[in-house]
């Protein structure tokens, strides 16, 4: 039996220009979605956009317009990634909740056998409460193979040529590692609301590494999976920038969880 799959994505309908082109993201990255995922016979899918009160009413139209599994959730508040995440969730319907952000996008033809999604709900099995993909910059560069936390809080690969599998073939294996990324992330339904979902003290930033944390404390394994390729124009869809308070409350949350990682070398 196919597993239903609700995605969420937190969206004010930002434009932007990418690979030459002016492209509404969330439009195109549900688009993306439903194109790559919907004949999955693994999943099932419904996609929930959390829409911000600045996203424009044409915009909302198009994505109602794209599929009927699209929904729009209206999100009336300052931005908080956080808040926005726990609201889809609380209307989802799924199994599993495939958190994405709205600048993303599937590289066609990604994966062999099973579609991206398959390969996310296979490496979700007994015992995984997360599980995450390779991401790519707009260049085709590595952005993300996972988390590592030593102290900073880094991508794994980051900057390395996109299909390089690291050193031992790391790069290009399915395996356990300390967290992954929200901008892409595959969690049991179960596992969401067990942990509490996202805590609203981090609106924009390492909100996902406290959900790691959160799932490893609670006895499940964070996984990353290799054959989930997608693009990701990070940054593009909102201003990035790091608050003291938020390295703040992290540290103080994780801090002692956060000086070794034992499933990822210091050097890929």
Request: contains cysteine; aromatic residues 8%.
């Amino acid at each position: 039996m196919s597993a239903l799959v609700s995605v969420v994505v937190p969206s004010i309908g930002s434009s932007g220009v990418v690979f030459g082109r002016e492209r509404t993201f969330v439009v195109e990255a549900v688009r993306s979605v439903l194109a790559t995922a919907g004949g999955d016979a693994a999943a099932e899918l419904e996609v929930l956009v959390v829409a911000g009160r600045e996203m424009p009413p044409a915009t909302a139209a198009e994505l109602r317009a794209l599929d009927q599994r699209v929904r729009l959730v209206d999100y009336d508040a300052p931005f908080n990634f956080s808040a926005t995440i726990d609201l889809g969730a609380a209307h989802a319907r799924g199994s599993h909740l495939l958190l994405l952000n709205d600048d993303t996008e599937v590289v066609a033809g990604a994966g062999a056998g099973p579609g991206w999604l398959g390969r996310m709900l296979d490496a979700c099995g007994r015992g995984v409460g997360a599980v995450g993909a390779r991401l790519l910059f707009e260049d085709g560069t590595l952005q993300h193979a996972g988390h590592t936390y030593r102290t900073s809080l880094d991508h794994v690969g980051f900057g390395l040529p996109g299909d390089s599998a690291g050193r031992g073939g790391i790069l290009a294996r399915r395996r356990e590692v300390a967290g992954v990324t929200a901008a892409c992330m595959l969690t049991p339904s179960a596992v969401f609301d067990a942990v509490g979902g996202f805590t609203t003290l981090l609106p924009a930033n390492y909100n996902d590494v406290d959900y790691c944390m959160k799932v490893r404390a609670g006895g499940w394994s964070v996984v990353y999976e290799p054959d989930a390729v997608l693009f990701h124009f990070e940054s593009r869809s909102r201003v990035a920038g790091i608050r003291p308070e938020e390295v703040e409350l992290i540290q103080r949350r994780w801090l002692t969880h956060l000086v070794d990682d034992p499933f990822t070398p210091v050097a890929v």
